[in-house]
């Protein structure tokens, strides 16, 4: 089993809608949880971090963590074309000095 | 501008032959990754480094090989390179595990 799971497959969204992602992750005692987008062709970067359980917001987004059930969840209010990229969701399991990724989300958003 | 550096951007190479892919930082972080992205797969680590001299394999290890005598440098080799390698190679560093990973613009890896 992939340490962390993103299931979705492409998400499209209109314009000005919100766009959910989610990530479950397996390791019970990971510490760090993160979003990183990517656009097509470049590196990912760091858009939200999250290291306790509830909501952080940053702008338009929204970082969830429930470490009960084990998933983070990923929110883009008033979404926007510039949006339209990959979403991976990433975590340090416990004692590993590491940072494992998901398979990454894409999200298109419509005009 | 300082920060992290992969080279080469595209590398076209044989079936068999070695290559190594340089990274490069000038933040002094302590930990640096080699990842591998590839279509259905996202990025899966290959090695990792917590500090010079010190490696450790990550989830696809096999074929590649690593070296970090200085805390700068995190080379990656391909011993006898295969068609399978053919991928885009990201390079990674950050002063601790927990906060933000700061990436190189990647390298664009053809075994043919």
């Known amino acids: 089993q992939k340490e962390v799971e993103q299931n979705s497959g492409p998400l499209s969204v209109p314009e000005g809608a919100i766009a959910s992602l989610n990530c479950t992750y397996s390791?019970?005692?990971?510490?760090?949880f993160f979003w990183y987008r990517q656009y097509s062709g470049k590196s990912p970067e760091l858009i939200m971090s999250i290291y306790s359980n509830g909501d952080k917001e940053d702008g338009r987004f929204t970082a969830q963590l429930n470490k009960a059930s084990q998933y983070v969840s990923l929110l883009i209010r008033d979404s926007q074309p510039s949006d339209s990229a990959t979403y991976l969701c990433?975590?340090?399991?416990?004692?590993?000095?590491?940072?494992?990724f998901g398979k990454g989300n894409q999200v298109v958003v419509i005009p | 501008d300082a920060g992290i550096t992969q080279s080469p951007r595209y590398k076209i190479t044989e079936t068999g032959r070695q290559v190594t892919l340089m990274c490069h930082q000038t933040?002094?972080?302590?930990?640096m990754f080699w990842y591998r992205q590839d279509l259905g797969h996202g990025l899966r680590l290959i090695y990792y480094?917590?500090?010079?001299?010190?490696?450790d394999k990550g989830e696809v290890p096999d074929g590649y090989v690593v070296s970090r005598s200085k805390t700068e440098n995190f080379p990656l080799t391909l011993e006898s390179a295969t068609r399978s390698q053919t991928s885009v190679y990201f390079c990674?560093?950050?002063?601790?595990?927990?906060?933000?990973?700061?990436f190189g613009s990647g390298t664009q890896l053809s075994v043919l």
């Open positions: 480094s917590a500090a010079a001299d010190i490696t």
């Open positions: 933040w002094s972080h302590s930990y």
């Open positions: 990674a560093s950050t002063l601790r595990i927990n906060e933000k990973l700061f």
């Open positions: 990433a975590d340090t399991p416990y004692g590993n000095n590491r940072l494992a």
């Open positions: 390791d019970r005692v990971s510490q760090s």
